[in-house]
């Protein structure tokens, strides 16, 4: 992959979403908040014109207690504010500027949480396989 082909980091709403290859075949989606934490990530290997999404996450994590003040658990959560999608949204993008025509992965988690999220991005629900078919998409734009 050359770096020509790949997205451009973006801000969104104070985190900073950068696309990195990643080897031998595939590429990262990371979303870094204002510390330069990880707050999300996804991982596609592809392969031909086609990609798998491994795996897709967002931060949220307890952090350790404070000494001084035990019973106060600190906890830094960025779930259920967008940034998933915005991550699900730059492998959606990425797959295009590839000329990938499918995109699939694996529901393994909240299973109706998660196929609400898939199909609220176009993809299509067999049990617990997700695909998206990129082909199609780019022929109605
Ligand atoms: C799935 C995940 C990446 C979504 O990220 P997010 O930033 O919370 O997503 P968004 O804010 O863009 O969208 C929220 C949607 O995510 C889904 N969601 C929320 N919490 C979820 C959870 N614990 N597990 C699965 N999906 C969840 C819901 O469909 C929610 O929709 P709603 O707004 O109607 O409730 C995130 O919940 C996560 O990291 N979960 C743990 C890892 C995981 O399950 N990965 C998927 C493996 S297939």
């Not at 031998?24 to 990609?51: E, I, T």
């Amino acid at each position: 992959m050359h770096n020509a082909n790949l997205l451009k980091d973006e801000l969104w709403k104070g985190f900073r979403i950068d696309v990195q290859e990643f080897l031998p075949d595939g590429f990262m989606v990371h979303a870094w908040d204002k510390r330069k934490l990880c707050a999300g990530y996804a991982k596609v290997s592809v392969h031909r014109q086609q990609a798998k999404l491994g795996d897709i996450y967002v931060l949220d994590r307890l952090l350790p207690r404070f000494k001084w003040c035990p019973w106060y658990k600190p906890r830094i959560n960025y779930r259920n504010q967008g940034l998933g999608s915005q991550i699900l949204r730059c492998v959606i993008i990425q797959c295009h500027i590839l000329g990938i025509h499918e995109l699939s992965g694996e529901i393994v988690g909240d299973r109706e949480a998660l196929t609400l999220f898939y199909r609220r991005h176009g993809f299509s629900i067999n049990g617990t396989v997700i695909t998206l078919d990129l082909h199609s998409l780019r022929g109605r734009s």
